[in-house]
């Protein structure tokens, strides 16, 4: 027997002798290869994380182990608003006037903000598979509608009630607004909140929000 390894994960050989081949990972049966034109292939089912050890048995012969590391894909919540879902964010109190808006980079969220009363949580959206101790970043991209005679927007991050960006006033150009927490819990309530409570300008649109492991 030889062997080899295709991703997806293949595995596949070559015998001498018209058998059933074995697989094995570490001492788990796994399933049969049958050995066609003295080749065998088997696709291996998906995989638990974590290490892994195939060997390949026909009768009493063993073949070397085949070692892989099945790792966890890093932890990304991503929501550039392009297929028009809010990917579970909800409008807080300060964020009853969003509207989702296109413009030549594609789909964003508009905050024209009618009326004063605009200070407080903009979006917010609680996020759970988290790792306590683990540590991630938070950011948005945002811009305002510079109008020297009205108020500035100012936009703050905080997960859990603590803020950990801001707070910033937005330029007439698109910026990353960013921070980074600790998990303290699987689950955590990240949030964008306004520090202008005048609806007088303040203007302003988010887009690519992202909360990311690090
Ligand atoms: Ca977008
Ligand atoms: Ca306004």
Redesign the pocket.
């Known amino acids: 027997m030889s062997d080899g390894v295709e991703a997806p994960l293949l595995l596949s050989g070559i015998s001498s002798t018209e058998q059933i081949v074995e697989i094995y990972d570490g001492n788990a049966f796994i399933g049969n290869a049958p050995v066609v034109a003295g080749r065998w292939q088997f696709p291996v089912p998906r995989l638990s994380i974590g290490q892994h050890s195939f060997t390949a048995k026909i009768g009493t012969i063993t073949s070397n182990s085949w070692r892989i590391t099945v790792v966890e894909p890093p932890f990304v919540d991503f929501t550039d608003f392009e297929n028009g879902s809010w990917n579970g964010w909800v409008a807080g109190p300060a964020g009853r006037d969003l509207r989702l808006e296109t413009g030549a980079e594609g789909k964003y969220l508009f905050n ?3 009326g004063d009363g ?1 200070s407080g949580v903009v979006l917010r959206k609680s996020l759970s598979g988290l790792k306590p101790g683990a540590s991630y970043r938070f950011e948005i991209r945002c811009r305002q509608i510079v109008n020297p005679i ?1 108020q500035t927007a100012r936009l703050a991050l905080e997960v859990a009630g603590v803020q950990i960006a801001g707070v910033y006033e937005p330029l007439a150009t698109w910026q990353a607004l960013g921070g980074t927490v600790v998990a303290n819990s699987s689950v955590l309530e990240f949030a964008i909140k306004s520090h202008q409570q005048s ?5 302003y649109y988010i887009d690519n929000i992202q909360i990311a492991a690090l």
């Open positions: 024209p903000t009618q605009q009205t609806g007088y300008g303040n203007d």
